[in-house]
């Protein structure tokens, strides 16, 4: 019982594998998908979209993302966390594949950015579902507090990365086909 109410301490948490495996999944998405929107316009105008329309396409993967929470709320109840997890990185993945064909146009950009607004936003909600199952009621505040300060590294990192990338290879292709497989 002293072992129970003992605190839970950050040594604990950093030392438990899956606190590294939900960094990573969370990490992967979410910072895939700051390193893609920070650069959704200049793909879209090297590809002859107009500035005016580029610009449309972040309303485009908003409506995904506002979509996915209500997403969230039915697949919760119904499909437990691996599943929530599976289609969240699966369609995070399609919708990254899908940018790589942006030379189709914008509906090919548009269809990729929904999908990765729908998919990638059920990660949030899924992080948020997972941690008091994982580490428990009273360890889920620190637990919470160390994952965002994690994953906030990679959400520092991925947006000039994903520019750099496309200065170098001259797409934005090789970063997302990268993303699409570590999903």
């Known amino acids: ?49 107009t500035a005016t329309r580029a610009a449309s396409l972040i309303s ?15 697949l919760a109840d119904r499909g437990g966390p ?6 969240s990185l ?17 509906a090919a950009i548009a269809a990729g950015v929904f999908i990765i607004g729908l998919f990638g ?7 948020s579902y997972l941690a008091p199952r994982v580490f428990g009621q009273r360890a889920v505040g620190k637990a919470m507090g160390l994952l965002s300060g994690t994953i906030l590294i990679a959400l520092l990192a991925t947006p000039p990365l994903f520019g750099f990338i496309s200065d170098v290879t001259g797409s934005y292709s090789a970063i997302y086909w990268t993303f699409a497989g570590l999903a």
């Open 60 to 74: 485009v993967y908003a409506v995904g993302g506002f979509l996915a929470k209500f997403t969230f709320a039915l």
């Open 82 to 87: 691996r599943r929530l997890m599976a289609m």
């Open 121 to 127: 936003g059920l990660m949030v909600p899924t992080e």
């Open 1 to 49: 019982a002293e072992a129970d109410s003992a605190p839970v301490t950050t040594w604990r948490l950093f030392s438990d594998p899956a606190f590294w495996l939900i960094a990573v999944t969370v990490a992967i998405v979410t910072s895939g998908m700051k390193g893609m929107i920070t650069n959704l316009s200049q793909l879209a105008i090297d590809n002859g979209i």
């Open 90 to 106: 699966t369609g995070f993945a399609l919708g990254l594949a899908m940018l790589t064909q942006a030379h189709f146009g914008y």
